[in-house]
């Protein structure tokens, strides 16, 4: 007999949605973090306080989830927040361009021309910004990737762009490396101004009421999941999203389906490998 796929599934691999309460028909799909989120949200919802969130963890550990669900969190109390795609961002021209447009969408106006240096960057942002009372919030993802990206000649520059935004607004910086590793760089300055959230990997409790909500049918491979996955969530839902494909009846549904998972995340997964599989998941 197979065992039916919830419909909700799919979307937790498949689309940038994430809820740490239900949200219409689906559970919800963000757990624990709840020291992480209060202490986020302490800086980035008090007014006048200029110190950048930080976001620090593993691969697959929750970054761009807790990033959005910040952005989404602070919207909610009035905030203008947008989210910067680091993925195009290889000058601080072109991080110019993807603010400006971020923040032009946020606040519902026009993108003005496209601008090329940071005075005049400042001035469009400053214009844009005429007329609202709030204060801007915006999410950049993959801060490291970004910084190792950019000519060695315009790293000083986008430092200080990213300098001048954390004295006047509000910033979330997400990255795999620790920002302590960058006190002697290019870095450093944006380190003095920001307040670290490390994210851990989850506890026992966490990543069962996380397996529960999603498939409770598959309650006899909890402990199996927690301790191949070693508390990561996405590996944790990773083994379980291959579960559910095979039928329930199936003999050697456990080993197909940890097999897949490990290949299905094993490029962007460097730390399970080192830290948590063994050696014949290794060598699949």
Same mark, same amino acid.
């Given at each position: ?20 309460? %239900? ?176 994210? %851990? ?45 095979? %039928? ?37």
């Amino acid at each position: 007999m197979e065992t039916k796929q919830p419909s909700y599934l799919n979307v937790k691999f498949q689309a940038e949605v994430w809820h740490d309460e %239900p949200a219409g028909d689906q559970p919800k799909d963000f757990f624990d973090r709840e020291e992480e989120k209060r202490k986020a949200l302490d800086v980035l919802l008090t007014p006048g306080v200029r110190q950048a969130v930080w976001i620090v963890g593993e691969r697959r550990a929750g970054k761009t989830s807790l990033l959005r669900l910040l952005l989404e969190k602070c919207r909610q109390k009035g905030l203008v927040a947008f989210e910067v795609p680091w993925q195009v961002i290889h000058s601080p021209e072109d991080f110019y361009r993807e603010y400006l447009s971020g923040l032009a969408k946020a606040l519902g106006t026009d993108m003005p021309a496209v601008v090329s240096e940071r005075s005049v960057f400042w001035e469009a942002m400053e214009q844009m910004k005429v007329g609202t009372k709030s204060e801007i919030l915006v999410g950049l993802d993959e801060i490291d990737a970004i910084l190792f990206s950019i000519d060695e000649d315009k790293k000083k520059e986008m430092v200080g762009v990213l300098m001048q935004i954390i004295q006047s607004n509000k910033l979330i910086l997400t990255s795999v490396r620790e920002p302590d590793l960058w006190i002697h760089g290019y870095g450093s300055p944006i380190i003095e101004q920001t307040v670290s959230v490390p994210l %851990p990997p989850f506890s026992r409790d966490s990543l069962q009421e996380m397996l529960e909500s999603l498939a409770p049918q598959e309650n006899q491979f909890f402990e199996r999941i927690h301790n191949l996955s070693g508390g990561w969530p996405y590996y944790a839902k990773a083994i379980l999203y291959h579960l559910l494909q095979i %039928p329930a009846d199936q003999t050697d549904r456990w080993d197909v389906a940890t097999r897949e998972a490990v290949q299905s995340i094993a490029p962007v997964c460097e730390h399970l490998y080192r830290d948590h599989w063994n050696q014949e998941e290794k060598r699949a």
